[in-house]
């Protein structure tokens, strides 16, 4: 890899990562994270520097291994997630345990094992949220509770590392048309139609932008929802 500044992008194998990874492939240095590493090759073989970072985020100490030969960090953005769908009386124990412990737990284990490098460079945490983070609506119980957490998460990150030069963003986009979208749809008994959601792209853009805003600026939380294109 180059002298270029260095981002870890999770979830990076598809989706909303993926395209993060393409947006910022021309001024970093890349470690596309995830568990697929057939999807991760794919979307390296598109970056001229960048390369995958195999790792299963739920694993202690699989992620602590990965992590350990990471002593400086520009950016770490926290695209991994999962999302389902259910009313209260259907979403057992198991599946509020699945909501935490990707959308929140890993995210504080990795971030809490980076935080050294992630100093070092005085560098930016991304979170990527949703706008159940923001409100929470019938059958979205376990989601919005965890994303709810990692909201409080960024918030007390921001708060504790300021000082230390960090910068912290929360993104909560609307609905956005991948694969998990798909899972969503399907969960609430609909219709995928991309062409009502959100592009992966206008979200990426947002990313890019909040990373690439000057020094004196700290992008806190940036809410970015679908409109009809007319």
């Known amino acids: 890899m180059t002298e270029?500044?260095?981002?870890?992008?999770?979830?990076?194998?598809?989706g909303i990562g993926a395209t993060i990874a393409l947006a910022l492939g021309n001024t970093h240095s890349l470690l596309l994270g995830g568990r697929?590493?057939?999807?991760?090759?794919?979307?390296?073989?598109?970056?001229?520097d960048a390369r995958p970072w195999p790792v299963e985020l739920t694993d202690d100490a699989a992620v602590a291994?990965?992590?350990?030969?990471?002593?400086?960090?520009?950016?770490l953005v926290h695209s991994a997630g999962v999302a389902r769908v259910a009313p209260?009386?259907?979403s057992p124990a198991d599946l509020w345990r699945s909501m935490y412990e990707i959308n929140v737990v890993a995210v504080a284990?990795?971030?809490?094992?980076?935080?050294?490098?992630l100093r070092a460079a005085k560098g930016h945490v991304v979170l990527i949220n949703s706008g159940a983070g923001q409100n929470a609506n019938p059958n979205w119980g376990?989601?919005?509770?965890?994303?709810?957490?990692?909201?409080?998460?960024?918030?007390?990150l921001r708060a504790e590392e300021e000082s230390a030069g960090l910068r912290v963003t929360s993104v909560y986009p609307g609905r956005t048309a991948?694969?998990?979208?798909?899972?969503?749809?399907?969960?609430?008994g609909a219709d995928f139609e991309p062409e009502r959601y959100l592009t992966p792209e206008s979200v990426a853009e947002l990313v890019r932008t909040a990373i690439a805003a000057t020094p004196d600026a700290h992008p806190t939380d940036?809410?970015?929802?679908?409109?009809?294109?007319?």
Do not use: C, N, W
């Open 4 to 14: 270029r500044p260095l981002a870890l992008i999770t979830g990076a194998s598809r």
């Open 178 to 188: 991948t694969d998990m979208q798909r899972i969503v749809r399907a969960d609430e």
């Open 36 to 48: 697929d590493t057939e999807a991760l090759d794919a979307v390296a073989e598109h970056l001229p």
């Open 222 to 230: 940036l809410v970015i929802r679908s409109r009809p294109v007319r």
């Open 142 to 156: 376990p989601y919005a509770a965890s994303k709810f957490a990692l909201r409080a998460y960024a918030d007390v």
């Open 88 to 90: 209260l009386t259907e």
């Open 65 to 75: 291994k990965a992590a350990a030969d990471i002593d400086r960090l520009d950016v």
């Open 109 to 117: 284990e990795l971030t809490r094992l980076l935080l050294p490098a």
